[in-house]
Structure formats: structure tokens, C-alpha cells
């Protein structure tokens, strides 16, 4: 839709009619971002950039005043022409505001400043709070994915340290996402936030969308996999044909691919199928097979599957003491959130497994089962200039002190200890953890049409590991 790129149109309908709400003499507008809190006590920056360059890097043109004075003065709002075409006067269409954010794949803890915006031409201080719904969503919905898919690699990482290999981080959750979302763009976004911290997706707009806004190559892989309509299509009486047909299209040596066991009886799959008429040729193919159930309760399954496979393929017994599979893994993509892989992985561990034995794939729970309220974002204001003077601009509702805002030109603090504090001045004197020396951890990533601060995604990768 060419008027979803109309950054006059990008905002809610109340937001209009707002350049007359503010006191006479106002000419400064600063408001932030934040989590207040939520499901995570801390977030991972994620998306920012993007959504400069996909909308703010742009112009707007005479023809996108004159479609949005159509539209908003039909819809029965007050249109600020005025306003609007002396941005495109004076400033060429650029729009004059300064955002500053922490930079993108930093952890922060919640209540804390990520973001902020505020004019940089007194005649446009309407313009900060004008792109309010454009630049939250721009950042709650990246930020909330990127903040799961961190949680759950620290409960896998945990897992892996403890009985395995954590080498094998990298690849043990797999996007599953991108038929489960509302959009393709949401796929994208979220695809990508979800590449902030492993490389397997699926989710091919999630690699194309880090390659387009974050100067990633291929930052994500995938594998051959087998679906249900490629294994039932050889009917129940041949089911063992279609795995054989895996093997023969892709078992090499050194390859994985992944095939879906469950259309019929997983259990009668691992074991007479897989375990034994073609146990042989998995071995003697010299590619790993990752076998996936996909149904059915998880951990149950997967614990007896993984019993099954040790008893006909064999296992080795690593330096932890953990078994670990010959030739064979799984893949749980079923019903997978966080509970259900450290459930899976407890269990596993319990009974003598090492996590090397399962990935993990996450659809609909990774990048559709969030929302602005799962890590509770808001962006208020929280300072105006009015008549030459600044003050502090605050909400404190009687009613949920928990959405009581941040008053004056906050930022962000960090000191080498890795902390983080929000708040209008530095923190002065030691922490009781004896470091100082704060600095603003806010850099300035936008000004006036131009993006003034850019970040690789194996930069965004690398700050999400510290």
C-alpha cells in the first residue's frame, strides 16, 4: 500500500489535531521510550534502524501533503497544512527531529530509557509526539522478539554448559515463525529480531530484512526438511519409502536434514522404521538425521523418543557424562515456548541426556504471541519548552502508579560496570558495587533527514552477547 510510506499518514487519528492541544509559546516537545516491565526484567534494543531507513529517510513531497489534508480533513480531523508545508519549505521535506537511542543489541534492564526524540525547529515541536504510534511500533514489537528469543538462548546456553556443547548454541532454536504472523512484515522484523540471537530460521523476509536495513549477508540457515504433505502424499503403506526418499535426495556425509515422523505412529517410526529398516543407511550416509515429532505433549514425547533412538542407534557418553546420540537428533517444533524447553530440557538432563540430543523450533509463540503490553512499552513526554523555558512534563495516574512516566530531559547512564540508570543528570559518586564514572549511553542515530549513526547486524549480534 504507497500510502503506508506516507510518514504524515503513519500516525493515529488523535494524533492531528494535536499541534493545537500544547500551551501557546510551546516550540520544544521531548519524549522517550521505554519498558516499563513485564514478562523480562531486561530487553534487547532491536529495530530502530530499520524503521529510519524504510521511513525517515525520505522526503515528503507537496502530493503527500495534498493526499493527507484529503484523507485526514474527510476523516474530521484538522489537518496541519501549515505546518506540514513549511517543513517542506524550510527543511526540503527532511524532518526536523533528533532521535537518540542505546545502541542496537544492548540488554537493558527495564524502567529504563531506550529512546528518545524531540524537535530540533520550534515551529515543528507538534512533530515529536506525531510520530509516537510510527516509532513505538517500530520498536516494541523488534525489542519484545529479540527479547524472548535472548531469554530462552540463556535457558538453552545453561542447559548446553551444564551437559553438552555450547559451541551448539548457535543453531538450537529455529524460526518457525513466518506462516504464523499477521504480515509479511511482521515476518520480517520479527524474523530478524529473532537472528539477533541464533542463525536458523526459516523465516526467509527475517534474512532478507537484516540484509536490507543491516548490511548482514545470509545471517541465518536452514536445512532439507520433510513436511507432512511430502510424507503422506507416499501413502500410510509407504511411509518408510518417503523417509528412504530423504535419504536418497540429501543424506551426504556431513549434511543434516530434519524429517517429520509423526503423520502416523512416531513411536513405531523411531523404532522399526528409522530404527531398524533404514538404521543401516543413516549410518552408512555419514549425514546426521534430526527427526521431528509434532504432536502429542512435548516433553513426553520427546523423552521417549530420545530413549528409543539410544537403544537403536547407540549413544556415546560425553566428558560431562551425559549421553549423546549417534548419528540421530530431534527437533521439537510443536507447542514450543519457554516453559516447554526448560521442561524438555530438565527432563532430559534428569534422565542422563545431554541437551546436544534436541533443537528446538518456535512459530506463533516467537513472533505473534507478543504484543506492546508484554514488556508494557510506552513513549511519553516528558519535557516541553514553553515561553524560552523547559519543564518537566509527567503523568501519575492515582489510579496504577505502575504507569506513573519519567519527568524532565531524561536519558540514559552507563558506567563500565555495565549498569544502567535513567535520569536527567549523570549519577554522581560511586555505586556500591564501587564503579563510577557514568556516561550518556544514548548516541545520536537520527537528525533531520539523515541517518547519522549506523550499526551492522554483527555489530547488533556482538552487544547482545556481552
Known amino acids: 500500500m504507497k500510502l503506508a510510506k506516507n510518514i504524515i499518514l503513519n500516525t493515529d487519528s488523535y494524533k492531528v489535531s494535536m499541534f493545537k492541544q500544547y500551551p501557546v509559546g510551546t516550540t520544544g516537545v521531548y519524549s522517550y521510550i521505554e519498558s516499563r516491565g513485564g514478562q523480562y526484567d531486561k530487553t534487547v534494543m532491536f529495530g530502530l534502524q530499520a524503521f529510519i531507513k524504510e521511513y525517515l529517510l525520505d522526503p515528503i513531497t507537496q502530493a503527500d501533503i495534498d493526499i493527507a489534508d484529503e484523507i485526514l480533513t474527510a476523516h474530521g480531523e484538522p489537518f496541519n497544512r501549515e505546518g506540514w508545508e513549511y517543513i517542506l519549505k524550510e527543511h526540503n521535506g527532511y524532518l526536523p527531529v533528533v532521535i537518540k537511542a542505546v545502541a542496537e543489541g544492548t540488554v537493558v534492564p527495564v524502567s529504563n530509557v531506550l529512546a528518545t526524540i524531540e524537535n530540533t525547529d520550534p515551529k515543528a515541536f507538534w512533530l515529536t509526539t506525531w510520530l509516537e504510534t510510527s516509532l513505538l511500533r517500530a520498536v516494541w514489537y523488534p525489542v519484545t522478539v529479540a527479547t524472548q528469543s535472548w531469554t530462552i538462548r540463556k535457558v538453552i546456553l545453561d542447559a548446553l554448559e551444564k551437559t553438552g556443547d555450547p559451541a551448539l548454541i548457535d543453531f538450537k532454536l529455529h524460526d518457525f515463525g513466518a506462516r504464523g504472523v499477521s504480515s509479511l512484515e511482521s515476518a520480517s522484523i520479527g524474523g530478524a529480531a529473532h537472528m539477533v540471537n541464533f542463525m536458523g530460521s526459516d523465516t526467509i523476509s527475517g534474512v532478507l530484512y537484516a540484509r536490507e536495513f543491516y548490511n548482514a549477508g545470509v545471517a541465518a540457515f536452514s536445512i532439507p526438511a520433510a513436511?507432512?504433505?511430502?510424507?503422506?502424499?507416499?501413502?500410510?503403506?509407504?511411509?518408510?519409502?518417503?523417509?528412504?526418499?530423504?535419504?536418497?535426495?540429501?543424506?551426504?556425509?556431513?549434511?543434516i536434514l530434519a524429517v517429520v515422523s509423526d503423520s502416523y505412529d512416531v513411536y513405531n517410526a523411531a523404532s522399526k522404521l528409522w530404527g531398524e529398516e533404514l538404521r543401516q543407511q543413516v549410518i552408512d550416509s555419514g549425514a546426521t538425521v534430526v527427526i521431528r515429532p509434532d504432536s502429542g505433549d512435548p516433553d513426553t514425547v520427546c523423552r521417549k523418543l530420545v530413549g528409543i533412538l539410544g537403544e537403536k542407534f547407540g549413544y556415546t557418553t560425553n566428558a560431562k557424562g551425559y549421553k549423546v546420540l549417534n548419528n540421530v537428533r530431534l527437533i521439537q517444533g510443536d507447542g514450543i515456548n519457554e516453559q516447554t524447553v526448560r521442561t524438555i530440557l530438565g527432563g532430559f538432563a534428569a534422565y542422563g541426556w545431554s541437551a546436544d540430543n534436541i533443537a528446538f523450533g518456535m512459530g506463533g509463540a516467537l513472533l505473534q504471541i507478543v504484543n506492546r503490553d508484554t514488556q508494557r512499552f510506552a513513549m511519553k513526554c516528558s519535557s516541553a519548552e514553553i515561553n524560552g523555558t523547559w519543564v518537566d512534563v509527567q503523568k501519575d495516574p492515582i489510579t496504577d502508579s505502575g504507569k506513573k512516566s519519567k519527568a524532565g530531559r531524561v536519558t540514559l547512564w552507563t558506567n563500565s560496570g555495565g549498569e544502567f540508570v535513567s535520569s536527567v543528570n549523570a549519577p554522581t559518586g560511586w555505586t556500591d558495587k564501587g564503579i563510577g564514572g557514568w556516561t550518556n549511553a544514548l548516541e545520536e542515530v537520527y537528525r533531520d533527514g539523515k541517518l547519522v549513526k549506523e550499526i551492522t547486524f554483527d555489530q547488533v549480534r556482538a552487544n547482545a552477547r556481552k
Open 227 to 255: 513436511e507432512h504433505s511430502t510424507i503422506t502424499s507416499w501413502g500410510r503403506d509407504g511411509e518408510v519409502d518417503a523417509y528412504r526418499n530423504m535419504l536418497n535426495n540429501f543424506a551426504t556425509p556431513g549434511a
